[in-house]
């Protein structure tokens, strides 16, 4: 069940003066159940990129294929796709409309021809794995503080119990707290559900922690596409395109042009304390 | 599909009609609406025609990019013309069931579709080579005698080129939210025209909601910026005419008397 992007080429507003190219031979192969960060600076088509993946856009030249088939033949049922490889946008108010969060959770499953039962207890469902208290359920969706309003978004998206979730930026807004357990939530439902996750980000910091696979986009071109710390090993490069390697990999660079012996590598917080504290031979 | 409505976007590019005043513009485009109207023959139609492509040509925007906008009245178009085709009184010329088409009906059919193709395409180009503050600062000029009636002329102008500067940006917002409800499963292009109109509320909600917040927060920064309408407000850009702009004018009056002539009293 993997997405596989073949010399994909977009271009916006094609034919007027104002065409610009959002993407430009971008090849990938995302297999089944990994997470992948997918980062950029803004601008650089990341989000052009996902949304060609669950066939909203449509490539300029080259193909996208699910499962082995190409999505823009003519006889490929999109829509069906797009409860596969489930999008969840930017900003949550994007996509909330209804009277209360349970009945909106409902609306994706509903779209799919579901029976009655069937939609509410995937939309339960969807929103006890969100980890969204039941107090809540039926408010407006309106009401909510960011980080809960973003909850019900992703449990809108996750009722129609895609095998793919792809979510632009779901931190953008959040206050630090917001931030971490959104994306923890995020981890748990790549560790539980062992579904795909491509999780859209501006900040190396967000991702470092929990993905296996960065994809950096600059200018409409893939410019890295590796494990983390082969990616933050190219954090010159990185700079140069106006994104930042994680603070821990700059403070392991430091440490080890001072002549400690550590390793540069590691990416995460946790790593990082155990290098510097083996490097000091205290453990 | 939204980004094929054209009217109301401006076409950034360097040309003659983008440099000409505003007000210019504007008259020029009043004028060329009444020509239409005043034109009954087929001989004033092409003067306008040959108007119309002149300045096109001269306005430096693509052709496509000003047609693409009449997809969006193709259906009030077809509409009026059946209308105009079926209803006119006059000498048969074809008759079958309860429907008759006329002489007279063709004619008018055919001159409304005329009227209505041009009129969209000469409001459009003006659209299309004007920024939205440079026509709205254009209209409160033009519009400034008024005031001696008490009409608030300024205020005017400004909602309008608030409501002119929007029009993209919620254009844009409800692309993002359609793809947002499609990326649920929402379809919005097939069924009847109730379920058709019913898909509409997971689209018109959010839309309502996030354009009353813009209300708010313009509403917010204008008054931060100390905004109290238009008496004792000065411009930076005053608007003052040049020699192309007379020389447009010359080349409307032309024009007009030219339609008058040949579309009205000499054929």
Known sequence: MSIILDHVNY????????????????????????????????????????????????????????????????????????????????????????????????????????????????????????????????????????????????????????????????????????????????????????????????????????????????????????????????????????????????????????????????????????????????? | MLRDITLGQYYRTESVVHKLDPRVKLVATFMFIISLFVANNIIGYIIAALFLIMCIALSNVPPKFIFRGMKTIFFLLVITMIFNLFLTPGKELVSFWKFTITYEGVKMASMMAIRLIFLITGSSLMTLTTTPNNLTDGLERLLRPLKLFKVPVHEIAMMMSIALRFIPILMEETDKIMKAQMARGADFESGSLITRAKSLVPLLVPLFISAFRRANDLAMAMEARCYRGGEGRTKMKPLIYSNIDRIAYLVIIVYLALVIICGRILF
């Open chain 1, 11 to 283: 271009i916006y507003d094609e034919d007027t003066a104002m065409a610009h190219p959002a993407l430009i031979d971008v090849c990938l192969n995302i297999p089944n159940g990994q997470f992948v960060g997918l980062i950029g600076h803004t601008g650089s088509g990341k989000s052009t990129l996902i949304q060609h993946m669950n066939g909203l856009e449509k490539p300029t030249s080259g193909s996208v294929f699910y499962d082995g088939k190409d999505i823009h033949d003519a006889d490929y049922d999109r829509k069906a796709l797009r409860a596969k490889v489930g999008l969840v946008f930017q900003y949550p108010e994007h996509q909330l409309f209804e009277t209360d969060c349970f009945k909106d959770v409902c609306f994706g499953p509903k779209n799919l021809g579901l029976p009655q039962k069937e939609v509410e207890l995937r939309a339960y469902e969807a929103l006890k794995q969100v980890g969204f208290d039941d107090e809540y359920f039926y408010q407006s969706p309106f009401d909510l503080s960011g980080g809960q309003k973003r909850r019900v978004a992703i449990a809108g998206v996750l009722a129609m119990k895609p095998e793919v979730l792809i979510l632009d930026e779901p931190t953008a807004g959040l206050d630090p707290k917001g931030r971490e357990d959104i994306l923890n939530l995020i981890s748990k439902l790549h560790k539980e559900m062992g579904i795909t996750i491509i999780l859209v980000s501006h900040s190396m910091e967000d991702v470092a922690n929990y993905v296996q696979r960065i994809i950096v986009m600059n200018k409409g071109r893939v410019a890295f596409d590796d494990e983390p710390k082969e990616v933050f090993r190219h954090y010159k490069e990185l700079e140069q395109i106006g994104l930042a390697a994680p603070q821990v990999t700059y403070i392991m660079q430091e440490l080890k042009q001072a002549g400690f012996p550590v390793d540069s590598d590691v990416t995460t917080l946790e790593d990082a304390k155990n290098e510097i504290l083996k490097a000091f031979g205290k453990c």
